[in-house]
Structures are given as C-alpha cells and as structure tokens.
C-alpha cells in the first residue's frame, strides 16, 4: 500500500510539473506575442494579420531583412527608391528591401551574386541588427560566424531568443530589445534615432515599451503540421536549403 501511494505521489508530480510547463509556455507566448503588438502599434512589425503573428514559424532570409528594414524605420524610403543589388535569386517583390540594403551594407548575400534562399539563423539576423547599429564585422566588431558576444554586450540578445530554432518568435525578441540597445559611439539608442526621424514620437515609445515589458523565457512548441500563411508583402515561403553560413563575408 505504501508503494502504491508513492507512486501515485510521483505521478501527481508528474502532471503538476506539466500543467505548470503549460502555464509557462501559455505566458510566454502571451510576452511575446504582447511585444509583437507593441513593435506593430510603433510600425516596425506585420503579422499575418492584426492579431496574427505567425510567432512559431522560422523566418527567411528575405523576410527576416524586411523585418529589420521595418524596425529601423526605413521601410518608405526602401520601398520609395531605386536600390540596386547584384544577387539572381531575389523574389521581384522584395527587389527594393534586398538593393536598399546592399547599398545601405546591411547585407552582402551567402554570395557575390546570390542573396541566399533558405530560412534566416540566429547569425543572420543578430548580423543585421549590429550592422544597424554601426558596427562592422568587415573592419573587425564581430564575426558574422559568432556575432553573439557583441549582441549581449550590445544588449540585443535577451536570454529567451532561441540560437538553434530561430522563429519570428525570436525576431520580435531581438527588435525589441534592440530599441533600447545603443548605437556605437552614441549615447542614442535605436529608439531615440527612430523618434527624432518621425518614426513615432516619445510617448509612443514609453506606452508601446510600458504595455510590453520584459518577461520569462519563451517556450514554442513547434506545430509539426503548420498552416501556411501569407506574410506582408506576400512572402513565397522560399525554400529552406542548406547553404552554410547564411551571411558571407
């Protein structure tokens, strides 16, 4: 009788510890979710809709450019320009973000003629965001290969974001906090450059940050069969492929 009652004891634990996982992820997703919004009501993120995220799915490589091209504020005078880029496997819709950012030197593609089609890593888009802020891996800041160091110190790279299973989850995370994060040489953050361009003002930053604060660790569990949404622009959902490095030097 009395292994009986510990067993039973066990598996009480058992399921307490997975109704309080639950709860974990279920307030996670709601952080961060909570963020996105945040990001949204200052004009720096899209969803699928407009309580839609798609938080779970992994971003590509164009796509996840788009979202910072979004963050910094520059998406008008991306789309309002006539970029040029040198790389053949860009979609025509996103032909502006790819040239704005080459000239800009946000990106420079997995080749001399090739931005690159898969989904973007962790590297790549904490690459992005530190060229955003000034610095620069071509004279020496950090290594596109390892940019992960600089983004702590930076402020960039909150605990929560996942290196191994990059979602736009994760994207939202960085963002985020990179509006806080300041540029180099600067006592300006990310956010003080976005409010004097007319980005939003101040107060929009303050409620945007008060509503989003901070929270525990996020924790997605991957929907092994995903719906497929569209994403604005209307992304294709390229291929994944497996092309090594995702930013070339």
Not at 63 to 77: H, P, S, W
Not at 112 to 135: I, K, Q, W
Not at 225 to 247: F, H, R, S, T
Request: charged content about 25%.
């Amino acid at each position: 009788m009395k292994k009986i009652k510990l067993i039973l004891a066990a598996l009480a634990a058992v399921l307490a510890f997975s109704a309080l996982a639950t709860c974990l992820s279920a307030a996670d997703a709601a952080t961060v979710g909570t963020k996105a919004k945040a990001l949204k009501s200052l004009g720096l993120f899209r969803g699928v809709s407009d309580t839609e995220f798609d938080l779970d799915r992994s971003p590509t490589r164009v796509e996840a450019l788009v979202m910072l091209i979004r963050t910094l504020g520059n998406e008008k005078e991306a789309t309002g320009g006539d970029w040029k880029h040198p790389f053949s496997d860009v979609p025509s819709w996103a032909d502006k973000y790819v040239g704005y950012a080459y000239e800009k030197g946000l990106t420079k593609g997995v080749s001399d003629t090739e931005f690159g089609t898969g989904n973007a890593s962790a590297a790549t888009y904490v690459t992005f965001m530190l060229r955003a802020l000034g610095y620069s891996d071509s004279a020496g800041d950090f290594s596109w290969k390892d940019p992960f160091g600089l983004a702590k110190t930076a402020g960039i790279l909150p605990d929560t974001v996942d290196l191994d299973d990059f979602l736009r989850a994760d994207v939202v995370e960085i963002s985020f906090s990179a509006l806080k994060a300041k540029i180099k040489d600067s006592k300006d953050t990310l956010g003080d450059r976005l409010i004097s361009m007319g980005a939003f003002t101040a107060n929009d930053l303050k409620l945007a940050t008060t509503l989003a604060p901070g929270g525990g660790r996020q924790i997605f569990v991957r929907d092994p069969n995903p719906a497929i949404l569209p994403v604005e622009p209307k992304d294709p959902l390229l291929p994944m492929d497996d092309d090594g490095p995702a930013i070339g030097d």
